[in-house]
């Protein structure tokens, strides 16, 4: 569904060409600091609306044009605050959007095809919408970013909302894994490895480009679609292993040794350096599972299923003993929601492969082995135990703090939010033509602020 959402609001971005072209009015009507708001981009806005059959607000030109006013106070500040989005980011978003219409499609035809242009003309398009959009993000979380939430915030925050209001909350469940990763032939490793010396030395006798060979056999298929760059990491926001190579490069003519990290095995290249930060381009490559090997480690993880159910081990020492997964290791097992930090998921936080096995059990039942590609995008044999069930129910601060904390977040994100707005239109030049000025804005400093 989320994917149809993505593509259906990207449809519609691009429609707007084709709507501009039927319809285009050429007259400022709104000015923002140094901004000019143009009658076109609203009523382009006001025909995507009725494409996508979603119902127009009362007085969907006052509504549309301040949207797009309060984007305008976005880009300043972020401008004025030096806030950038690399090149490399927002390429690789495009490229990543651009993928997935082909994959959708069927080719890159029938791509350009549907949106009526050539792929270099939603390239651009794509760009500039996406700079915008992820700009305005960065400012947001700028003004957030210092706003914290201590317990007695929240436990008074849910104290204040009247009982009947109170959100309910899906059914949730908490489950433990025991994972193990099949066995890698050493002759498949090896294969591995002779393929990206392969690569290195093609490098670096100039017989092909880096980028070239990243796009064609690169298993990161987003840094892929960017012919293996990355954009700029600090440290931290690598692995270890990647970091330090990546860290140590100083020629970007060179290409590094082999690197072994969770993710498989990569090379690496340098292109720039900046203060803390590097930007460098990878091949990545994963040795292949054998049907064999799965077989044998999901005979393996039945064995220990079957040793749990009669007793003979209990599931957390499963994990202590056999489980390969670090990340549940130190939980007995249970799963880790990173969206919340807790324990327990709605059914659709779930990888699918997991969601087909615990649809269908019971408290603590086990599932029979399974096979699913963890989040390194390996593929992984696991069981998975039914540690607990908690029915839909109305929210609760003893069951459901974490919710109610992400729920007072919000609320307080938003406040933020409209609070800097507020302080911004207070001090920012706007004049709007006469049609504009008897609109009922959500910020009627607007009209209190014109010249």
């Not at 030096?82 to 980011?89: G, H, K, M, Q």
Request: glycine content about 4%; aromatic content about 8%; some cysteine.
């Amino acid at each position: 569904m989320l994917k149809k959402i993505t593509l259906l609001f990207v449809v519609c971005i691009f429609s707007i060409g084709v709507f501009s072209q039927n319809y285009i009015v050429d007259q400022v009507v709104w000015i923002v600091g140094d901004e000019a708001i143009l009658q076109s981009e609203i009523e382009t806005e006001i025909l995507r609306l009725k494409y996508e059959k979603q119902k127009t607000p009362e007085s969907p030109e006052c509504v549309i044009a301040e949207q797009l006013a309060l984007q305008k106070l976005f880009l300043a500040q972020a401008k004025i605050d030096s806030i950038t989005i690399s090149e490399a980011t927002i390429n690789q978003q495009v490229e990543s959007r651009i993928a997935y219409f082909t994959e959708q499609l069927g080719s890159k035809e029938k791509v350009e095809a549907y949106f009526k242009k050539p792929l270099s003309k939603m390239r651009e398009e794509l760009k500039a919408m996406l700079q915008d959009q992820l700009m305005v993000q960065e400012m947001q979380q700028k003004i957030t970013k210092d706003i914290k939430i201590t317990p007695s915030e929240v436990t008074a925050f849910y104290e204040n909302i009247p009982k009947d209001s109170l959100p309910i909350i899906p059914e949730q469940v908490e489950i433990q894994l025991i994972t193990l990763s099949p066995t890698i032939s050493v002759a498949e490793v090896e294969r591995v490895k002779s393929k990206l010396r392969e690569f290195r030395e093609r490098i670096e006798t100039g017989d092909i480009q880096f980028s070239t060979l990243a796009i064609l056999y690169s298993e990161d298929r987003v840094s892929a679609l960017q012919g293996g760059e990355i954009g700029f990491r600090s440290r931290s926001m690598l692995v270890p292993e990647y970091a330090n190579t990546a860290f140590s490069l100083t020629d970007p003519q060179k290409v590094s040794r082999i690197v072994e990290t969770e993710y498989g095995f990569h090379i690496i290249q340098l292109i720039a350096k900046q203060d803390d930060q590097v930007n460098s381009r990878h091949i990545l490559m994963r040795p292949k599972i054998s049907l064999e090997d799965k077989n044998l480690a999901s005979q393996r993880l039945d064995s220990i299923a079957q040793a749990i159910r009669t007793g003979s081990i209990n599931f957390e020492k499963g994990v202590e003993i056999y489980s390969d997964k670090s990340s549940t290791k130190n939980s007995n097992g249970l799963l880790i929601n990173t969206k919340d930090g807790s324990t327990r998921f709605q059914y659709d936080e779930l990888p699918q492969e997991i969601i087909n096995q615990v649809s269908f059990l019971n408290i603590g039942e086990i599932s029979k082995p399974f096979s699913f590609t963890n989040e390194n995008g390996k593929e992984i044999v696991a069981i998975v135990k039914i540690h607990d069930k908690i029915k839909a129910h109305k929210a609760s601060i003893s069951d459901d703090y974490q919710t109610l904390k992400m729920v007072y977040t919000n609320v307080k994100n938003t406040q933020a939010i409209q609070q800097w707005i507020e302080s911004k239109i207070a001090t920012t030049y706007n004049q709007l033509t006469p049609a504009y000025r008897t609109c009922n804005f959500s910020y009627p400093h607007w009209l209190k602020n014109r010249e």
